[in-house]
């Protein structure tokens, strides 16, 4: 039972370029999040999904997209990156969003994504 | 926008003492309180939760939660060394609805 897998975790790129962030749980959790955390900042929510095929923004998207096609995935994919991206990102995972213990977040190791 | 306010800190406490971590939120209607620690470099893990008004121990955890005032604590007792981190509030509102989180508060265990 691996969790929450997050890859790349570290990844350099270029102005302008694009790529994807992985994430996958084998623990069949119904709701997946991304989110970055800038240094000396909390979390901030950038996509989340409440099953497969259903996504919706959270409070930073723009320069992002998702996708959910099975349960276990949720990539995030960034177009055109830009220094502002420069961040370092979680995937996470829990098996509802309700008021109960089975809401509890389960994250991955984090992305640390730079670009220059 | 519902926000949720920590103290950035450093907190500092010397070994063996009872540390304190505040959180107020701004959204009345939240429902589900959570306190992660992340160490520096490392993604965030769990502590407790806490729904009801009241205090909630776990070891040398305990949350305290109260509503009308809105605001969440969490008390670290014979803080530790290893207890030096970044502790994350966590809030949720009704429903469905994804966790906010604060910046956190840095703690500094002094030995």
């Known amino acids: 039972n691996a969790g929450v897998t997050q890859t790349p975790k570290f990844r350099i790129l270029k102005i302008g370029q694009s790529m994807t962030l992985q994430c996958t749980q084998d623990m069949n959790h119904n709701y997946m999040y991304w989110y970055r955390q800038d240094p000396g900042m909390g979390l901030k929510l950038i996509y989340y999904?409440?099953?497969?095929?259903?996504?919706d923004k959270g409070e930073v998207p723009n320069g992002y997209n998702v996708s959910r096609s099975t349960t276990e995935d949720f990539p995030l994919r960034l177009e055109l990156a830009a220094p502002s991206q420069t961040s370092v990102y979680f995937c996470a995972s829990s098996r509802t969003g309700g008021n109960s213990g089975a809401n509890v977040l389960t994250f991955g190791a984090g992305s640390r994504l730079t670009v220059l | 926008q519902k926000e949720v306010e920590q103290n950035s800190g450093p907190l500092s406490v010397p070994e063996g003492a009872i540390a304190s971590l505040n959180c107020t939120y701004s959204?009345?209607?939240?429902?589900?309180f959570f306190w992660y620690r992340q160490y520096s470099g490392k993604s965030p893990e769990l502590i407790m939760f806490i729904y009801s008004n009241g205090d909630k121990e776990d070891g040398r955890f305990t949350a305290q939660l109260n509503k009308a005032s809105q605001y969440v604590s969490l008390l670290i007792r014979d803080s530790q060394p290893s207890d030096s981190a970044t502790y994350l509030c966590a809030v949720r509102n009704s429903g469905n609805t994804p966790l906010v989180f604060g910046k956190g508060t840095r703690l500094s265990v002094i030995a």
């Open positions: 959204d009345r209607g939240s429902q589900s």
């Open positions: 999904s409440v099953g497969a095929g259903i996504t």
